[in-house]
């Protein structure tokens, strides 16, 4: 394809119209200075109300502002531009990206990372990873997103392994639509109003993209073939608050076909479609001026259906997998105005799957279903405590204990200590242990060509240590991590004859060590740029799939209402796995 082609291909000719109706929200998205950002509320490290320099842990945050001064659109987009976060497309399907942070991910599940959505998990207990209906999440309703990197499985349990992303949502009163090259048009509306005592936030949100025409390769042919990229998607957001008792809803679906699905092209049969949802119910009761208590039910629904190409016979596989999941919490929460908090949570959930059908048609007919419909009870209990030692040093120790019916417990520690040397430096010394417990799909699948399941698998355990600077002086903020973390059990994915499945079993230690830099600067009142960097020292062994070298970074200028975006990343090169005698092909920076 010449350089003409590919510009022909990325550049799209857009007609947007947006609308306030309502004026009562209005985000001006230039007014926003560097002091601002750097106080903004982080909440999701410690579960409690903490500043850039304040929180315990490794932080990176983008504001609504910042999201959409950027034009990103999804958070697969957003990760590339977040020290320690890389995350690039890969064969599976039209609308999934493989992500990583710190170099810590084994294949393109994406269990290693956990995503919040509004403190509702995301991941899918059948992957681990992020359910299939999320794989492009779109941010066109975040208010708020942190990537918090190291150690969460203090507070949030398996899948907080190498660190969580959580987003906050919050709807204005607009509505958007855009149209665009190959069939693209997408519109979303969204409502916002507050009455006494309470608040109502409702977003719809409909997307479908033919996709660009593509040459991809036929494994089955050993040649390329022409296909589309489809992708669609449709969401529903519902929150609503009356005094200490809020409830969201939340539904999307996600559509796409030809391309790939699990690395095999099929024109006639490919699809990959997702069906997530999920309600809960919240109330939150205020014990005294020390004691809060909150309290949390929740019911969430992860749905996948796929259809691919298996044999080039043809032998067709159509299948689902659908799991339900009731999930109940209870946090106590007790703080002081001299800086003291203490918290202790509960956590109960039962993920179960319901469906696991999957037939073959063509020339070979039957049924195969991929797992037994059984479910596993999930059991949490954590505690945390923070206090000063002296002005400008404080400390959080804490704890967090998961029980698993099918595979026994597991306890991850934190310590950490945080310490404002004078009102520009911070440095902090933070250690905690995460863990990823085994994914269904890793214990329980069966009839499957690919894998063999293993229920005898242990859970992957990290333990990091981190060793952060922040510097913040007038119109600048530096932060400078150093981070290095030991793996033990790690799963691996055993190689296995030619047509023959594989096996997974907990291997030795792995380590992993680095150095993340982020730099913002606002030179002006109307320009700004924000820069991020990250260095692999040591990564893990074997196939190279995660870049020992990225960076990215953004430039914004704006006069008026006008503003513009000049925005780069850059990955060092890595290998894919492939079927050549190397059993990897090499791509370039």
């Excluded at 990583?100 to 084994?106: E, K």
């Excluded at 596989?317 to 918290?343: D, H, R, W, Y």
């Excluded at 998961?402 to 009102?423: C, I, K, Q, T």
């Excluded at 924000?530 to 200028?557: C, E, H, P």
Aim: proline letters at 3%.
């Amino acid at each position: 394809m010449s350089v003409y082609q590919s510009l022909q291909k990325s550049l799209m000719l857009c007609v947007i119209f947006s609308s306030s109706a309502w004026a009562e929200q209005q985000y001006d998205l230039f007014e926003i200075s560097l002091d601002q950002l750097s106080q903004i509320v982080i909440t999701s490290a410690t579960l409690r109300e903490e500043t850039l320099k304040s929180v315990p842990a490794s932080v990176t945050v983008y504001t609504r502002e910042q999201i959409r001064q950027l034009g990103f659109t999804r958070l697969t987009q957003l990760m590339n531009y977040v020290p320690g976060f890389q995350s690039q497309r890969n064969d599976q399907s039209a609308n999934k990206n493989a992500y990583s942070a710190r170099g810590g991910s084994f294949d393109s599940s994406n269990r290693e990372i956990l995503i919040l959505l509004d403190g509702q998990r995301l991941n899918s207990d059948w992957s681990g990873g992020m359910s299939v209906g999320y794989r492009m999440f779109d941010l066109y309703l975040a208010d708020r997103v942190e990537f918090i990197r190291g150690a969460s499985s203090p507070i949030y349990g398996s899948n907080a392994y190498m660190g969580i992303v959580s987003i906050t949502t919050k709807a204005s009163n607009e509505i958007d639509m855009a149209l665009g090259l190959n069939g693209r048009y997408e519109g979303s509306a969204q409502f916002n109003h507050e009455f006494d005592q309470g608040q109502i936030e409702l977003s719809i949100k409909t997307l479908n993209d033919e996709g660009q025409q593509l040459q991809v390769y036929d494994s089955f042919a050993l040649d390329s073939i022409s296909s589309r990229d489809p992708y669609g998607l449709e969401n529903i957001h519902l929150k609503a608050k009356l005094g200490n008792t809020s409830f969201i809803y939340h539904q999307q679906q996600t559509s796409s076909n030809q391309f790939y699905v699990f690395g095999l092209p099929s024109n006639d049969k490919n699809a990959l479609n997702g069906d997530v949802s999920f309600s809960r119910l919240d109330h939150t009761f205020d014990l005294s001026s020390d004691w809060q208590l909150q309290s949390s039910l929740a019911y969430s629904s992860h749905r996948f259906d796929l259809a691919t190409l298996v044999n080039p016979a043809p032998v067709f596989i159509e299948g689902t997998i659908e799991e339900k999941e009731p999930k109940a919490e209870v946090i106590l929460k007790n703080s002081n105005e001299s800086g003291e908090a203490t918290i202790v949570g509960f956590e109960w959930r039962k993920p179960k799957i319901v469906n696991s059908d999957a037939y073959l048609s063509g020339a070979a007919q039957g049924y195969l279903p991929q797992a037994p419909l059984t479910s596993r009870t999930i059991m949490g209990a954590f505690i945390q405590h923070q206090d000063y030692l002296f002005e400008g040093m404080h400390y959080v120790l804490g704890v967090r204990v998961d029980d698993y019916s099918n595979f026994g417990n597991h306890a991850a520690p934190r310590a950490g200590l945080v310490w404002e040397y004078d009102h520009v430096n911070t440095l902090k010394l933070l250690y905690g242990e995460s863990f990823r417990a085994p994914s269904r799909s890793e214990t329980d699948i069966t009839n499957s060509a690919a894998v063999l399941a293993n229920p005898d698998l242990e859970p992957e355990v990290a333990k990091t240590t981190e060793i952060v600077w922040l510097h913040q002086p007038e119109n600048v903020s530096l932060s400078a991590t150093w981070f290095y973390t030991e793996l033990t059990d790690v799963i691996i994915t055993l190689a296995s004859l030619p047509g023959q499945p594989s096996g997974r079993i907990n291997s030795g230690n792995e380590y992993l060590s680095g150095l993340e830099l982020e730099y913002q600067h606002e030179w002006s009142s109307q320009l700004t740029s924000r820069m991020n960097a990250t260095w692999l020292t040591d990564g893990v062994k074997g196939i190279k799939s995660q870049a020992d070298f990225f960076a990215g970074g953004s430039v914004v200028y704006h006069y008026g209402k006008i503003q513009t975006a000049l925005m780069f990343n850059y990955h060092s090169s890595k290998q894919d796995e492939d079927l050549s005698t190397n059993g990897y092909r090499d791509i370039s920076s």
